[in-house]
Structures are given as C-alpha cells and as structure tokens.
C-alpha cells in the first residue's frame, strides 16, 4: 500500500535501542522485585544487587534486549503509525487527516495486541537471564535443605553456587525449546495481552493528547523538551496502570519448567494473592514510574527526531 511508511519503522528502531540503554538498570531491579520475595523494597533491592553484583548486575541480560527491543519497538512504532494512516485512509479519504479518540483507542489496542507475538519471547528470555542469580542460589539452598536430613552436604561442594543456568541469549532459547517446546517461549503471553492492550491505549493516548495540550499554536511538530514532557508523563502512565498485570506476567515467565509452581494466570494471581496480599500486585510500581518516564521521553523524542530527520533529508533530495 502507497500510505505504509518505512519511515516510522528506523525511527521505532532507533528509539528503541536509546530507550534499552536508559531503561535497564531499573528494568532489572523491577524484575527482581516483581518475580522475588527476597526484597524489602526497592532500595534494599538496588543495594543487594549492587553489592552481590556490582554495577554489572544491573545491566545483566541487556544484549538481548538491545538486539530485540529495537526491532519490537520498530514493529510496535511503524505499525501504529501506519495504522493511523490506513483509519485515517478508509473512514476520512485521507491518511494525513489526524485521528479522533477512537481511532487512537483503536490503533493502540491493535498495536498491543500485535506486540505479544514478538515481545512475549523477547521478555521472557530476558526476565530467565536477570533471574537466574537468584534461580541458581535457590537451587542451592533447596539442595542443601534436602540433604540436612541425610547428611551434611556443603554448599561449596556441589558446584552449584557458580553455575549460570544460562550462558546467554542463545543458549537461554535453545533451553528453553529444547525443554519447554515453543509454547514455552509464549509463557505469559495471556499475561502480556492483559498488560499490553490497556498498556498501549494508555501509552499513545496521553501522549498524543499531552503533545496536544503543550503546542497550543497547532504547530505540526512539537517543541523537543515538549516531547520529552509528554512521553515521560505517558511512560509512567502506562507502566503504573499495568504493574498488576506486569507482575503476573514476570512471575509467570520467571516460572522455570524445573520448579514450576504456576499452572496458569488465574491460578498465579490466586496464589500470589493468598501467600503475600493484594500488595503484590503493586509490587514493583514505583520502580515503573521512575524507570516510565526517562524510558519513554527518550523514546519519544529520537523516534520524533528521527522522523524529522529523514523527512527533511527526503525533500532536499
């Protein structure tokens, strides 16, 4: 189709590989919080990885989010945008007339629902990578409880403590196919529909509307520190508002075939419920504001300038 533009697609990717680099350090602390219960809070969080760790421990499972999440948020960008313009075409005649509320609603719930079939691999494999100093020392003390009615079995001893689960990425999804199947890369996808479909609504929404608001002369492209603004409010929007889901989601991914103790979403929800309060659904919230909004201002903005760059670069041809 004529009104497809590539244009939005390297804009998404470059945006998301300046929004990885900005946003893991706190990714990794949301994950240990949300999958974990061995946290008081988020600055105990923050000081025992970095003790345990140092500060390599938070930017642990990044390669593959640097090589994936640009690709996913160049799908999630350029089909947004393109299926502004495809509504725009069909209900107005024209793909430049700017879409209403429900155009929006309805381009952002597609975008999310889309999202899933990339992102629920990508996420997963991250979520086992940053969880797998934690999965391994698990192991280990559930190894030396077992043997303290037998016999006494040092932990250095059974050469657990030292040894990933997973060497990297690769290895991560050859694992996990090999013992899991492909269903096991989607584990937590149902999780992720109920997180990323309202997520995304309230992702485009505010910031389309806040970009609105911050360019009252209707200028046809916003101010820099305006972008920034809009999509910063909008990331901490959307990410609170799909903590609870996003705990489910992390759990579940979290879940390894080898201890698993999640038959599925309702059964995850009811057992997080009844061991640790409705408190556990917000767990990890605050870390999202935080994390939401230098995450998305950085976001927003290269992918605006991006655009802006290739669009002026295209008419001085």
């Keep these: 189709m004529s009104f497809i533009h590539l244009d939005d697609f390297i804009a998404g990717w470059i945006g998301g590989a300046s929004s990885v680099v900005v946003g893991h350090p706190l990714d990794t602390v949301k ?21 345990k760790e140092t500060v ?31 509504i725009s075409k069909y209900r107005y005649g024209n793909e430049l007339q700017p879409c209403g509320m429900l155009d929006l609603t309805v381009a952002s719930a597609l975008t999310g629902l889309m999202s899933v079939g990339l992102g629920a691999p990508v996420d997963l494999v991250k979520i086992r990578l940053q969880m797998q100093t934690q999965t391994v020392l698990a192991a280990n003390l559930q190894l030396a409880g077992s043997a303290a009615g037998g016999g006494s079995v040092q932990l250095g001893s059974v050469g657990v403590a030292d040894r990933r689960l ?17 269903p096991g890369l989607y584990r937590g996808a149902g999780a992720m529909v109920l997180r990323d479909v309202p997520g995304y609504t309230l992702y485009f929404i505010p910031y389309t509307v806040l970009c609105g ?80 909004f230098p995450m998305s201002a950085t976001m927003f903005l290269t992918y605006e300038l991006s655009l802006k760059f290739f669009r002026s670069f295209r008419r001085h041809q």
């Design 31 to 51: 994950t240990r919080l949300q999958a974990g219960n061995s946290y008081r809070n988020t600055l105990h969080c923050i000081l025992t990885i970095y003790r």
């Design 56 to 86: 390599t421990g938070f930017f642990k499972g990044m390669s593959f989010p640097l090589a994936s999440v640009t690709v996913y948020n160049s799908l999630v960008f350029g089909f947004f945008s393109n299926t502004q313009r495809i």
């Design 166 to 182: 997973y060497r990297g990425p690769v290895h991560c999804v050859s694992s996990i196919l090999r013992s899991e199947g492909l």
């Design 213 to 292: 608001l911050l360019s009252p002369d209707g200028r046809s492209s916003a101010h820099p520190a305006s972008i920034c603004l809009a999509g910063g409010l909008a990331g901490s929007i959307s990410w609170v508002t799909a903590t609870p889901a996003d705990v489910v989601k992390s759990r579940m991914q979290a879940d390894a075939q080898l201890h698993r103790k999640y038959k599925g979403i309702l059964h995850c929800i009811s057992q997080s419920y009844r061991t640790e309060g409705l408190k556990v659904f917000f767990r990890g919230a605050s870390v999202n504001a935080i994390r939401g």
